[in-house]
């Protein structure tokens, strides 16, 4: 399995099968290379016949380069004669991976993962399963992914913190994990006859699935990323696919004073990386700054025939007219300091304008949305049962609570409106009077 994977959901049991192929080949030419589907959903007096046909489905999913995984259970191993000891069963369907929804003991669980096949065996990540003590005690770690739930029902999504903390223990195990992220396609179907999306972590259930995605990646701790909920819509689909998986990518606002030598080192250095020895004011990008000090050569960049030496090494400062910066402001440091000239910084924490630095340009509030101020926001209105949507552009939250029935944010155009007015105001201030009112 590649370090990075995207991967779709399919029930073929609840599906046209013609589609469901139609779906995968799509998400095939994408560059998708997992499969979830659930054998647990499926009633017992079709499982045998569901089983038979689900060889033909294995072969189409093997010659479009999938790995498939099935949720599967004791009973099902009992249905198709399967033990602890004996995968030759799920073998002979061609099965990739066996996720276990429930366990056949300690020595059980350690046989299913010493199986002669080569099978993976994907346990529960969105809770504390032993994994470490079956490791201990004989467990193959090799055979051994986790993969997290998904939550059909609002408002039981996991908790993001709760997310990350498992996240770090399977880490610390160095274990492939893999989360859901939910469609907005409609309709779509899962499992069960009832749902509302199918995420894993609650708080991204109202976002746009590639944000939903972008959020689990940025947190460093989750390799395979799949959507829950068939089908998607293709523009999901395509969104999900131009996704960067070796770097977080967010859009910037260039301020028109921007000059070239900023330009260059904003964009022809990329991908940024934060310096190991981190600062809670700034993440710092130190590479430009070793073409832009001093007698600086290209060889002193470590970038070779990548990138040529700037003739022009000077950075004037330029006024933003801004006494502090603030969270998200792009900067360069000027001649002003000449020792660190070039590097670029992003801000974290406010802090003053000394006149060292150039604003060169803003994330854009859409792309950031103010991150945890933005999960804070999603959190709150969830408990107190606030109907939450987004877009791109856009957050409405719907509630009785509001005079209007709901209130909405434009990150376009910076406006709030509150159904009886339409105002300019920061998302900051659109949050503190959604929280006024609805909490």
């Given at each position: 399995m590649f370090m990075h994977s995207l991967g779709i959901s399919v029930y073929p049991d609840k599906s046209d099968i013609k589609e469901v192929y139609e779906y995968m080949e799509t998400a095939a030419k994408l560059g998708f290379s997992r499969i979830f589907t659930c054998f647990l959903s499926i009633p017992d007096d079709k499982r045998e016949s569901y089983l038979k046909?689900?060889?033909?489905?294995?072969?189409?999913?093997h010659e479009l380069g999938f790995v498939v995984?099935?949720?599967?259970n004791p009973e099902v191993f009992k249905l198709i004669g399967a033990t602890p000891n004996n995968l030759k069963p799920f073998a002979d369907l061609g099965l990739d991976i066996i996720r276990l929804d429930g366990n056949f003991g300690t020595q059980g669980d350690i046989a299913v993962t010493r199986n002669p096949y080569g099978i993976k065996i994907e346990f529960n990540a969105s809770m504390d399963a032993g994994v470490d003590l079956l490791?201990?005690?004989g467990g193959n770690k090799d055979q051994i992914i986790m993969c997290h739930n998904f939550f059909p029902e609002r408002y039981t999504g996991l908790d993001f913190d709760l997310f990350q903390q498992f996240n770090k223990q399977w880490k610390a195990l160095n274990l492939h994990t893999a989360a859901f992220v939910s469609s907005h396609n409609d309709p779509t179907i899962g499992p069960w006859e009832v749902f509302c999306g199918l995420p894993t972590v609650e708080i991204m259930r109202p976002l746009p699935i590639e944000v939903q995605a972008r959020y689990l990646l940025a947190t460093g701790d989750v390799d395979d990323i799949i959507v829950g909920n068939y089908p998607a819509s293709t523009e999901e689909l395509e969104a999900l696919s131009k996704i960067n998986f070796q770097a977080l990518e967010l859009r910037v606002d260039e301020v028109p004073e921007i000059t070239d030598n900023e330009k260059y080192i904003m964009y022809e250095f990329a991908p940024h990386w934060d310096r190991y020895d981190h600062s809670s004011f700034m993440l710092r990008s130190s590479f430009p700054r070793l073409q832009f000090k001093n007698q600086a050569t290209v060889q002193d960049s470590g970038f070779g025939d990548k990138k040529e030496a700037k003739e022009d090494k000077s950075i004037p400062h330029h006024d933003c007219g801004k006494k502090v910066f603030t969270r998200g402001d792009v900067l360069v440091v000027n001649d002003n300091l000449a020792h660190y000239r070039g590097e670029l910084e992003v801000v974290l924490t406010e802090i003053p304008n000394d006149g060292e630095r150039n604003l060169i340009g803003k994330i854009k509030d859409g792309e950031l949305k103010s991150e945890e101020s933005f999960l804070e926001l999603c959190k709150v209105s969830m408990i107190n049962k606030g109907i939450f949507s987004t877009n791109e552009d856009k957050v409405m939250i719907a509630s009785p609570k509001f005079n209007y029935g709901s209130v909405e944010y434009n990150f376009a155009t910076k406006?709030?409106?509150k159904g009886?007015?339409?105002e300019k105001g920061s998302f900051e201030e659109f949050k503190d009077y959604v929280l006024s009112i609805i909490k």
């Open positions: 046909e689900f060889k033909g489905f294995m072969d189409k999913a995984a099935a949720d599967t490791i201990k005690n406006k709030i409106n009886t007015s339409n």
